[in-house]
């Protein structure tokens, strides 16, 4: 039962499997124009340069962050404040906080990876030394309130101060340039899946087209198989005369053999005289006499010109009587005295 579920998504049409795909390539193409237009900003970002340090205390999100989120913020890093972490989306955050230039309150909070925090960390002390530390953190301004309600919660928990104006910033770690490159690169990710996975869908339809004109093609040849058989079926068997059978077929469609045999004559009919109406059905039933004119041989060709090449040849009295009467000629030659 669980493997016909599963097996359940490749029976269905080719139609549907090419419309799945048409509708996932058109995804993966919005993607894609996405990653072309983060790679065109990130290549103006890193022409502009990176903008003017803002102390925290008078930081203004309205000024004093570009068109593509940057900023540039002054503040104090306390080795001693603990950092923390958080899962927004089922993917786990880490953060690090970071107070205002006076050192009054919470003005920041650093996210990056759970794999960088020590990183982070490094970053920030090598900008100074003691447990305050003034530091100044390049990166990008994130505005998700799902970020900022999760921080806000953890801040709570750990019982450390914060101000109203909570900035959620993820830094740039070690070279600005490729730290910028590698996030526009992020949405290239996507546009590999779903173009992937239109390909496949693709594929799949061919497969499922090609499939179904070779059943088509095979139930024909099947069908055509068991046509030809039924008529064979109906058909009544002939039976087939032995190779060493000597009786040839008739014209007529009987062979010689099956012919029926006239009765032998009894022998003593041949000494009776037969009686009129006898001899007149004998005459009529019985096959045509041949003329005497039929066993005749035909005279000798002679051609009426010299040296001959026509025709036109003479004919003979009895020719000529059984060409116009079909009788012979009862006409005798007459003896000459000598």
Do not use: H
Not at 68 to 91: I, K, M, Q, R
Not at 268 to 273: E, G, V, Y
């Amino acid at each position: 039962m669980i493997l016909k579920t599963l097996l359940l998504p490749f029976r269905l049409n080719w139609t549907i499997y090419l419309g799945l795909a048409l509708g996932v390539g058109y995804l993966a193409n919005q993607d894609y124009e996405t990653y072309l237009s983060n790679t065109i900003a990130a290549e103006f970002q890193v022409a502009d340069g990176p903008p003017d340090p803002s102390p925290l205390s008078k930081w203004d999100a309205n000024n004093d962050a570009t068109a593509n989120g940057e900023v540039n913020v002054a503040g104090v890093y306390f080795t001693a404040l603990a950092s923390g972490s958080f899962d927004p989306l089922g993917s786990e955050r880490s953060f690090v906080l970071l107070a205002d230039d006076q050192g009054r309150e919470v003005q920041a909070v650093l996210v990056v990876q759970p794999e960088d925090i020590g990183r982070l960390e490094r970053q920030l002390v090598a900008q100074g030394g003691g447990e305050r530390i003034p530091v100044t953190v390049n990166g990008t301004l994130n505005q998700s309130s799902e970020w900022a309600g999760l921080i806000w919660t953890e801040l709570f928990v750990m019982d450390v101060p914060s101000s109203d104006d909570l900035m959620v910033i993820e830094p740039f770690l070690g070279n600005r340039e490729a730290s910028i490159y590698a996030v526009a690169e992020k949405t290239i990710g996507t546009v590999i899946i779903f173009g992937g996975l239109a390909g496949f869908l693709v594929l799949l339809a061919l497969v499922k087209l090609l499939s179904g004109r070779r059943s088509s093609a095979t139930q024909s040849q099947m069908s055509g198989r068991d046509a030809l058989a039924a008529r064979q079926k109906k058909q009544p068997r002939q039976r087939s005369l032995p190779s060493n059978c000597t009786d040839k077929t008739s014209p007529w469609g009987a062979s010689d053999a099956e012919a029926p045999t006239p009765p032998p004559m009894p022998a003593n009919t041949l000494l009776q005289p037969r009686a009129k109406g006898q001899a007149n059905s004998q005459t009529k039933t019985g096959p045509p006499r041949l003329q005497i004119a039929e066993l005749e041989v035909q005279p000798l060709f002679k051609s009426v010109f010299p040296g001959g090449g026509s025709s036109f040849r003479f004919k003979s009295v009895d020719e000529i009587i059984r060409q116009s009467f079909g009788t012979l000629s009862t006409l005798k030659p007459l003896k000459r005295d000598d």
